[in-house]
Each structure stands twice: as C-alpha cells, then as structure tokens.
C-alpha cells in the first residue's frame, strides 16, 4: 500500500510538471511578444526620463516669446532642488517691460546683444550683456530688458528658482504697467488718491500702454515704452529732469515731458523716498561675468571645462546656484563622475552626443543620445558621463543646484579617485593584488577629459523626436 500511494504521488507530480511545462510553452509563443514590447517600451520610457521634454509657453507676443522647462514628477523625487529653465527670445528693437517676479533669475546672453536695468539695493542700475555674459537678478527686484540691436535676435537661457516661488507650476511676473499690472487691480478712487491725478489722468496712465510684456521700441510700438527707454538710468527712476534726444521736435518734446511726469508721478508712489533719495548717491556695481573670457579650469586636448562658483561671481551666493560650460571634441568624453553637492541641469548648445547614466545600485539609469537644444539633468550622487558624437564637437552649458564650489569626483581615469585612494585595501576590494590593480588604474593616462571611446555614437542628427527638439531653432542666430 506504501509503494502505491508513493507512486501515485509521483505520478501526480509529473502531471503537474508536464502541465506548468505546457504553460510555459504556451506563454512563450503566445506571450512573450508581449512582454517583450513591453519591457521595450520601459526601456525607452527610463532612457527619456531624464530629458526634460514638457515646456509651457510662458508668454508669446510678436515682439518674442519665453518657455520654460520645468522638471517632470519622476525627476521631483530624484532632484534635492529642481530649477526651471527658460529660454527667452526677443526680436530686434524690442522691450521686455518692467516687472518683477517671484524667483530669482540668472540669465546668460547666448546670442546678441541686450542692455539689462534693474533696481539694486535702492538703486538703479543698468549694463550692457554680451553674448556670452551671465547676470543675476533678485527675486522681487523690477527689472527690464532691452533688444536694441536692430538687426539680430536676442536669445537668452534663464534660471529660475520655484523653492522661491508662490507654489504655481511656473513663476509669476508682477508687470509695472500696462492693462495687466499689479496696479489695475485696485480700484479707480484708491489708485485717483493714491497718484493725486483726476479720474481723466489716471485712465490715461492706466490705458496707454500695451498689456504685452515684450513690446516693439519701433514706429507702432507704445511711446510711453519708447520715451521710457531713452531716460537715462537716474531719470527712469526719479524721472527730475528728461533727457531729449537729437531730431526731437516740439511735439516730441511736450509728449516726452507728459511722459516722464507720468512716471514720476507712479514710480513716488510705489516706492519710499528713502528709495528716491539714494538715487543721488554713487551707484553700487553689480556686474555681469562672461564665461567666454574666463580661461578654463581644466584643458586638454580632447576639450575643456570651467565652473562658475559663487568665489567667482558673487551675485551666485544670494541664489545658491552654480553654472557651467563644457565643450568636447569629436567623439571624445566626459570621465564618468560624481557630483557630490548638486544636480546638473544642462543644454546642448551646439552638436550632439550622449549620456549615460548610473543607478547607485550600479545599474543603468540611461543611456540616451541628445543633440542641439535638448535639456536633460543628473541628480546629485549619480554616476554618469557625456560623450560627444564622432562627427564633431559637443558643446553643453547649464546650472547646479550649489554655487559652493562642487569637487566632482571622478571615478576613472588619471584624476580619480582610484588613484587618489590607491592602496592595498583598494585593491582587496577589486580582488587584485595591489600590482595588479596599480597597472590597470594607470592604464588611462589623461585626466576629466578622454580621448575617443568605442561608445562615441555616430551623427545623430535627424533621429530624435520632435518634443526633444523644439529649441534647435533659438541656437541658429540671424
């Protein structure tokens, strides 16, 4: 009886096993199709997930337009610190109006020229941006900016804080005029009283301006904008005496000196006469920098790098954040590294490449190819590395969530930390002898930049998606 039941135990575990057997079989051929498309797809969908590829259109008028790039959900939980990216266009004699905003900006001149003023502990302040120039400006602080060449567009690539921010999905702007400024929204008796204009006046005031943020300085533009931007810097704050330019007729000038009484006449009741006195004292200096006249922190022949710390430009420090530009020859890399104090946000500004990056637990993250125009970012402690395509130069510029000098950690080659660490418990670790590990740490002689890896990609130009490339157009200057 022991021997039957023992067989038919076995007999029923047999059946059991041809029949799990049979359905893996039937899930292979009928399944597997599937899952493999599906598998696919997450791969496609974790290599994209660290492109930013969502952007608002912040803004849009004739005169120009501003997107921002804003990090996605996925991104949040990743990102100590995220930061908006912008990217500001401007056509040729054109204004981006005074206002202030609830983050603080940082702005790089990336093609033409602008002439920036903003008030700056209680002055006013203005300096001409070359390409090239980095500039900072306080949240809360008014603000303009001025396109007056009047042949070439203005492209800017912006930083824009939301931990400073009210909590939207972008930041606010709080205009100083037009139809939608902060001053439309009290009514008509306060605003009367407030200016000691009649109800006349104060509509004149109120309606004679555009309600766009980016205006035309031309023929059809608003003259209040026009008359406003020929003010010297003390003028456009105190407005106590006007400025006439050459060829101005008598018309011209009455409609400059009605102009200037307007604003003279707003900006008393906005700010506090201590704001107005200080004008009179010498101004404080608040400079640009430009990345393109600062000698690089690292050189050689495979590329170049710098770091803009707030040692280096000490607008960063209020901001707590830092900027960078790399520039890699053809087909050569970034080493893969570490940052150990900040996310990396970056855009291509010119050729095209990839990126890899590394899950802490040493899996891969990504391993996407990007080209002109693409933003992507790195969170802090994640491995990774950039390499430019075979078919030329990369060139990638961007902002850290750290002004504080960063100390990347590199992880091969001749400036490592392998080297740094080289020692008998390194190299127990990699399960070599300590000759042997020494040999294979010494085996790359050059340092941060490398020479040409296998892994270069070829020309990827024309095999990205669309979404990825919406911001080729800004970089192609006329």
């Not at 004739?62 to 401007?90: K, Q, Y």
């Not at 009290?186 to 004679?208: G, V």
């Not at 003010?231 to 105190?238: D, G």
């Not at 399960?431 to 020309?459: C, W, Y």
């Amino acid at each position: 009886m022991a021997k039957l039941a023992s067989l038919l135990l076995l007999a029923l575990f047999l059946s059991y096993a041809i029949v799990g057997l049979a359905a893996d079989e039937f899930d292979i051929h009928n399944g597997r199709g599937k899952q493999e498309e599906e598998e696919e797809g997450y791969e496609k969908e974790k290599e994209d997930m660290f492109l930013l590829q969502e952007s608002k259109h912040v803004l849009k008028t004739e005169a120009g337009e501003m997107r921002i790039f804003v990090t996605p959900p996925h991104g949040g939980l990743l990102v100590e610190r995220p930061l908006h990216i912008g990217f500001l266009t401007m056509e040729p004699k054109t204004l981006f109006i005074p206002q202030y905003l609830d983050s603080s900006l940082i702005i790089f001149i990336r093609g033409g020229e602008a002439r920036v003023g903003t008030v700056y502990k209680d002055d006013m302040v203005e300096r001409h941006l070359k390409m090239g120039d980095v500039f900072r400006i306080e949240g809360g602080s008014t603000f303009y900016l001025i396109n007056m060449d009047e042949g070439q567009r203005l492209h800017v690539i912006c930083s824009l804080d939301p931990n400073e921010g009210l909590g939207f999905d972008t930041f606010q702007a709080f205009l100083l005029a037009g139809h939608n400024s902060v001053l439309a929204g009290f009514d008509k008796e306060t605003l009367a009283a407030a200016f000691n204009l009649t109800k006349e006046e104060l509509k004149d005031l109120m309606t004679s301006q555009s309600s766009e943020p980016i205006v035309y300085l031309t023929d059809h533009s608003p003259s209040m904008w026009k008359k406003f931007v020929q003010l010297k810097a003390e003028e456009k704050l105190e407005h106590l005496r006007r400025v006439i330019p050459s060829g101005e007729d008598e018309e011209d000038i009455q409609e400059l000196e009605q102009t200037t009484w307007s604003w003279r006449k707003l900006l008393n009741s906005v700010f506090p006469q201590k704001f107005l006195d200080n004008v009179r004292k010498k101004h404080r200096k608040l400079d640009s920098y430009n990345l393109y006249k600062r000698t690089p922190d690292f050189k050689n022949n495979y590329g170049w790098s710098l770091a803009l710390e707030e040692s280096d430009y000490r607008p960063l420090r209020k901001s707590g954040v830092g900027i960078f530009y790399v520039n890699l020859t053809a087909g050569s890399m970034m080493a893969p590294h570490v940052n150990p104090r900040a996310t990396e946000f970056s855009i291509v500004l010119r050729g095209s490449g990839s990126i890899q990056i590394v899950y802490p637990n040493g899996t891969s993250a990504a391993s996407t190819q990007v080209k002109e125009g693409d933003v992507f970012f790195v969170p802090r402690y994640f491995p990774f590395c950039q390499i430019a395509s075979r078919s030329g130069p990369m060139e990638f510029f961007g902002f850290t969530t750290s002004a504080r000098k960063n100390r990347p950690q590199f992880l091969v080659g001749a400036s490592s930390i392998l080297h740094t660490m080289e020692g008998p418990e390194l190299a127990a670790a990699f399960g070599m002898t300590e000759k042997h590990f020494r040999h294979i740490a010494n085996a790359q002689r050059e340092g941060v930049i490398l020479p040409s890896p296998s892994a270069a990609p070829p020309d990827v130009k024309g095999k990205q998606k669309m979404p990825r490339t919406i911001y080729t157009n800004l970089f192609r200057f006329d």
